[in-house]
């Protein structure tokens, strides 16, 4: 199989930095990448890795675990069992974004971050924001520095914090410096039945959040109202119905100019993509 110019070249490249990273064998690796993602040189391996996939997927296995990598926001992101695959709703927090007026050098918190989608798209979007992603489960931490990893080839930088947003010490450090909070908790509530995808090969704690869904959510608007700078955003994704509780919580922490956000565009089959947005006051310093 004949290369063109710009593959041969990428194929030198990959060797020179796979040396310099130590790795031990190179030129086997080499040749397993290139197969796997530039030529697949042996048909037959690659038709029973297809009936394998589709094995997997009539086992409502979700199709991102199964691939390995999902785009989000242009973002070539990768995933795996263990964790969230990010949905298109989220850029509706993307969209907002781009019209709100953040300062340089804003701190941001990704709260409930999984792989970083939300994150890693808005320092993507600001790469004058300094973005931390948050995240408590082992597995999706894992997928979250990865993906820091990888997007630094793309010149998007933000930092990992492993931590349950329930312990509030563990934010101490944050305290009144964050302009901007961004979440897409678990918001299912636990009695809901969902597709097997979300229900059965997602972790619990990714989709679901007490009786009401709402658990979460809770935790984190009380958290902001500690971390936020004065007149700083708190923007949370919830589910359509939940929209008129959502925004009671916020009043209740003497959030301000608070609005519902139901972005069609980016809703899909899963659900419609909402979101409460809320500034803290100038005078609540908790
Ligand atoms: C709905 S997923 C969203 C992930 C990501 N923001 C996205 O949109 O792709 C919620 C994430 O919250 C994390 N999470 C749940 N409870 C948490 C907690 N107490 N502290 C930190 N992260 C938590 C889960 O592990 C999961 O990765």
Redesign the pocket.
């Known amino acids: 199989m004949s290369l063109g110019k710009q593959e041969q070249e990428a194929i030198a490249l990959a060797r020179v930095q796979l040396e310099a990273a130590g790795v031990w064998d190179p030129d086997n690796d080499l040749d397993s990448l290139v197969d796997r993602f530039i030529v697949r040189a042996d048909k037959q391996r690659a038709l029973d890795e297809f009936r394998l996939a589709v094995s997997e997927r009539c086992n409502r296995i979700p199709l991102g675990h199964i691939v390995g990598t999902v785009a989000?926001d242009d973002l070539p992101l990768v995933v795996g069992s263990g964790?969230?695959?990010?949905?298109p709703h989220?850029t509706v927090i993307h969209k907002w974004l781009d019209d709100a007026r953040l300062a340089t050098g804003t701190c941001v918190l990704?709260?409930?971050?999984?792989?970083?989608?939300?994150g890693l798209a808005i320092a993507r979007r600001r790469p004058d924001l300094r973005v931390t992603c948050?995240?408590?489960?082992d597995v999706?931490v894992h997928y979250l520095k990865r993906n820091i990893a990888r997007l630094a080839t793309h010149d998007v930088h933000v930092n990992a914090m492993q931590?349950?947003?329930?312990e509030t010490p563990a934010f101490a450090g944050f305290k009144h410096q964050v302009g901007l909070i961004v979440?897409?908790?678990?918001?299912v509530p636990r009695q809901t039945q969902l597709q097997p995808e979300w229900g059965s090969h997602h972790?619990s704690?990714?989709?679901y959040?007490g009786a009401d869904g709402l658990d979460?959510t809770r935790?984190i608007i009380a958290l902001a109202t500690t971390l936020l700078t004065p007149e700083g955003w708190l923007v949370i994704?919830h589910g359509e119905d939940q929209a008129f509780a959502v925004r009671e919580l916020f009043q209740q922490h003497h959030l301000l100019d608070v609005s519902t956000v139901i972005d069609r565009e980016s809703s899909d089959t899963t659900g419609t993509s909402v979101m409460t947005v809320g500034r803290l006051s100038n005078a609540v310093q908790a």
């Open positions: 989000f964790v969230f695959i990010p949905r989220s990704d709260l409930c971050a999984g792989s970083g989608a939300i948050v995240e408590f489960e999706a931590a349950d947003i329930r979440a897409n908790p678990p918001y972790p704690a990714a989709v959040s979460l935790h994704e």
